[in-house]
Antibody
C-alpha cells in the first residue's frame, strides 16, 4: 500500500519561506514510474495545483506560483519537498502531496497525503 | 484558467441515485480523457474513485460510475449509503499550463 505523509511547520511568518516535505512509503520515487505533486486548498476554496517533480528532478509549476516555488526530490530518502518563498496570508492553506497516476503527467492522483495545514501569520 | 464547475451540494436518501456534474471547456474536460473523480471524508486523504472518465480503481464499488457529454463530466452514485456522505471533486488535464484543473467540490449529504 502506498502511503504519503506531509511534514513541516504549521506556522510561517509573512515574507518567509514555507517548507514542506512529503515522505513516501510503499513505492520508490527513484523507479521513475510516476510524477509526484504538490496541491493546496485554501479554506473554503477549490484545490489548486502547485507543481510536480519527476525522479530526475525535472519540474513543472503552476504559472501563478512559478516565481516563488521550488520542488525538489531526494530519491535516497524517498522524499520530495516544497519551498514557497515570500509567503503572505493568501498562502494559508492545507497542503497535500500526491502521486500522479502513470503514464504521466495525467492530472490523475491515485494516492494522497492527509494534508498539512500551514498558516501564514506573524 | 478557471476551476471546473461543480454544484456546491447535493443530497439523497439511502438507496437513491444521485449525479454530480463537472463542467469545463473544450480545452479540458471536452477534449482530454484524463478526467477523474475523488472522494474526501473530513480529515482524511482524498481517495480516487474514477479515472479516465469512467474507469474504477481496484476496490472501488461498482455503485460509482462516470460519464461525459461534451464539456461536462458526471459522477453517478447508485444505491446511496451513509458512508457515501463526503466531499467529491473532479480533476481534468488541460494540455496547457497549468495542466491540472480541479472542480470546486460537491458536498454530498445522505439524508
Amino acid at each position: 500500500q502506498v502511503h504519503l505523509q506531509e511534514s513541516g511547520p504549521g506556522l510561517v511568518k509573512p515574507s518567509q519561506t514555507l517548507s514542506l516535505t512529503c515522505s513516501v512509503s510503499g513505492d520508490s520515487i527513484g523507479s521513475g514510474n510516476h510524477y509526484w505533486d504538490w496541491i493546496r486548498q485554501p479554506a473554503g476554496r477549490e484545490l489548486q495545483w502547485i507543481g510536480r517533480v519527476y525522479s530526475s528532478g525535472t519540474t513543472n509549476y503552476n504559472p501563478s506560483l512559478k516565481s516563488r516555488v521550488h520542488i525538489s526530490v531526494d530519491t535516497s530518502k524517498n522524499q520530495f519537498s516544497l519551498n514557497l518563498r515570500s509567503v503572505t496570508a493568501a498562502d494559508t492553506a492545507v497542503y497535500f502531496c500526491a502521486r500522479e497516476k502513470s503514464p504521466g503527467p495525467t492530472a490523475t492522483f491515485d494516492y494522497w497525503g492527509q494534508g498539512a495545514l500551514v498558516t501564514v501569520s506573524s | 484558467q478557471s476551476a471546473l464547475t461543480q454544484p456546491a451540494s447535493v443530497s439523497g436518501s439511502p438507496g437513491q441515485t444521485i449525479t454530480i456534474s463537472c463542467t469545463g471547456t473544450s480545452s479540458d474536460v471536452g477534449t482530454y480523457n484524463y478526467v477523474s473523480w475523488s472522494q474526501q471524508h473530513p480529515g482524511r486523504a482524498p481517495k480516487l474513485i474514477l479515472y479516465e472518465v469512467y474507469n474504477r480503481p481496484s476496490g472501488v464499488s461498482s455503485r460509482f460510475s462516470g460519464s461525459r457529454s461534451g464539456n461536462t463530466a458526471s459522477l453517478t452514485i447508485s444505491g446511496l449509503q451513509a458512508e457515501d456522505e463526503a466531499l467529491y471533486f473532479c480533476t481534468s488535464y488541460t494540455g496547457s499550463s497549468p495542466d491540472v484543473l480541479f472542480g470546486g467540490g460537491t458536498k454530498l449529504t445522505v439524508l
